[in-house]
């Protein structure tokens, strides 16, 4: 087996996330990637079985991450006494929003890949996935919260998917703008707040 030189899949993958960023992942090109790269078409297929999974390698760490976090997030509330569970839901989901900005800024360069430039990919409908973690948590804790959930239909999975979904757009919109920290920061505290307020209407009995 040849001896793999050292910094090349560095290189690739460097050179790679400059073209998905600039063409997209349907366009880019690994001859491209290759020549800028100063390598070869060989050496990218040696380390990536193909195109899509040399972009899996740049987004997929950081996916899996957001996922873990909200899972996380998620179950950590869950198993919160029942009698507290409501008093600590607004500073419980503010503290994890944060730490997800953070991680969304700290692989700032995987989220603008997924959000901008995942078309073609298994990942084009990553936002889809955060959310149907975010309605499976959402509906145990009604169940718990709200015996009368089945009956009421205040909380049907279509209407948590609406919410879910509405809100994970919503805070992808500071990848999408391009927006500095400060202003992501600004940014999410207005849509958090928006969004209480629809939550505080709706779980009112």
Same mark, same amino acid.
């Given at each position: 087996?040849?001896?793999?030189?050292?910094?090349?899949?560095?290189?690739? /993958?460097?050179? =790679?996330? #400059? *073209? +998905? $960023? %600039?063409?997209?992942?349907?366009?880019?090109?690994?001859?491209?990637?290759?020549?800028?790269?100063?390598?070869?078409?060989?050496?990218?297929?040696?380390?990536?079985?193909?195109?899509?999974?040399?972009?899996?390698?740049?987004?997929?760490?950081?996916?899996?991450?957001?996922?873990?976090? /909200?899972?996380? =997030?998620? #179950? *950590? +509330? $869950? %198993?919160?006494?029942?009698?507290?569970?409501?008093?600590?839901?607004?500073?419980?989901?503010?503290?994890?929003?944060?730490?997800?900005?953070?991680?969304?800024?700290?692989?700032?360069?995987?989220?603008?890949?997924?959000?901008?430039?995942?078309?073609?990919?298994?990942?084009?409908?990553?936002?889809?996935?955060?959310?149907?973690?975010?309605? %499976?948590?959402?509906?145990?804790?009604?169940?718990?919260?709200?015996?009368?959930?089945?009956?009421?239909?205040?909380?049907?999975?279509?209407?948590?998917?609406?919410?879910?979904?509405?809100?994970?757009?919503?805070?992808?919109?500071?990848?999408?703008?391009?927006?500095?920290?400060?202003?992501?920061?600004?940014?999410?505290?207005?849509?958090?707040?928006?969004?209480?307020?629809?939550?505080?209407?709706?779980?009112?009995?």
């Amino acid at each position: 087996m040849a001896k793999r030189v050292k910094g090349v899949t560095e290189r690739i /993958l460097e050179c =790679a996330k #400059q *073209e +998905f $960023l %600039e063409k997209g992942f349907k366009d880019a090109s690994l001859r491209d990637i290759a020549k800028k790269a100063g390598s070869s078409k060989g050496a990218i297929y040696v380390r990536f079985s193909d195109k899509e999974n040399l972009f899996a390698a740049l987004v997929n760490p950081s996916f899996e991450g957001i996922k873990n976090l /909200l899972i996380s =997030a998620r #179950q *950590e +509330f $869950l %198993e919160l006494p029942d009698n507290i569970k409501m008093e600590k839901m607004k500073s419980f989901s503010d503290d994890k929003v944060s730490l997800m900005i953070e991680y969304i800024y700290d692989n700032y360069d995987a989220f603008n890949l997924l959000t901008k430039c995942a078309s073609g990919t298994e990942y084009e409908n990553f936002i889809h996935e955060l959310v149907e973690i975010d309605i %499976e948590y959402n509906h145990k804790l009604f169940e718990d919260m709200y015996k009368d959930m089945p009956t009421s239909k205040r909380f049907t999975p279509e209407l948590l998917h609406i919410v879910s979904s509405a809100f994970f757009s919503g805070v992808f919109e500071i990848v999408v703008h391009n927006m500095s920290k400060e202003d992501a920061d600004h940014y999410i505290k207005m849509l958090r707040r928006f969004f209480e307020g629809g939550w505080n209407t709706m779980l009112k009995r």
